[in-house]
Nanobody, 114 residues
Framework: VQLQASGGGLVQAGGSLRLSCAAS????????RAWYRQAPGKQREFVAIITSGDNTNYGDFVKGRFTISRDSAKNMVYLQMNSLKPGDTAVYYC?????????WGQGTQVTVSS
């Protein structure tokens, strides 16, 4: 399974971005998808997760600003990020658990200017 994240960029505080994660390979069957992020000098932290049954959960810091969604037919997962803050600046990584095996994609940089 390969994961390819895209959609990062530079945005002003209060703006929005939509990240995408494309999965390829043997991703058929039950799978859980998620987003993590890592800011400079900090540990990687959980952002959002969506199960194959479309149950979702978010990191405490999200506070209703982000929405994770998926298009299973296209093996895509999205992260809609609104009301972005400078503290959201980080490299965002997509993650998948496919039949008990976890995979990471390369990151996409999100920079929020004040």
């Amino acid at each position: 399974v390969q994961l390819q994240a895209s959609g990062g960029g530079l945005v002003q505080a209060g703006g929005s971005l939509r990240l995408s994660c494309a999965a390829s390979g043997s991703i058929f069957g039950v799978n859980t998808r998620a987003w993590y992020r890592q800011a400079p000098g900090k540990q990687r932290e959980f952002v959002a997760i969506i199960t194959s049954g479309d149950n979702t959960n978010y990191g405490d810091f999200v506070k209703g600003r982000f929405t994770i969604s998926r298009d299973s037919a296209k093996n895509m997962v999205y992260l809609q990020m609104n009301s972005l803050k400078p503290g959201d600046t980080a490299v965002y990584y997509c993650w998948a658990n496919v039949r008990g095996i976890t995979y990471w994609g390369q990151g996409t940089q999100v920079t929020v200017s004040s």
